[in-house]
């Protein structure tokens, strides 16, 4: 018979309280409930639903990496 392996606890990670902000959800809970549940909580704006931000680079918007999206 071989000895249990024993358990080094300085090597151990415990969590022991979470905190946020997310989207769709008041709280964390609720975060980890839509995720579960496939939920989407970003929404997109469509071209015309955007104002030009002050400084915003002149055709950014036409950038393909550009996201028109908000939380």
């Given at each position: 018979?071989?000895?249990?392996?024993?358990?080094?606890?300085?090597?151990?990670?415990?969590?022991?309280?979470?905190?946020?902000?997310?989207?769709g959800?008041?709280?964390?809970?609720?975060?980890?409930?839509?995720?579960?549940?496939?939920?989407?909580?970003?929404?997109?704006?469509?071209?015309?639903?955007?104002?030009?931000?002050?400084?915003?680079?002149?055709?950014?918007?036409?950038?393909?990496?550009y996201?028109?999206?908000r939380?």
């Amino acid at each position: 018979m071989s000895q249990p392996e024993q358990v080094d606890s300085l090597n151990g990670v415990a969590i022991i309280g979470m905190a946020g902000r997310f989207p769709g959800a008041r709280n964390v809970r609720e975060f980890w409930q839509n995720l579960l549940a496939g939920k989407e909580s970003i929404s997109f704006f469509e071209p015309g639903e955007l104002e030009p931000a002050p400084n915003e680079p002149a055709g950014i918007r036409n950038d393909p990496h550009y996201v028109r999206a908000r939380t």
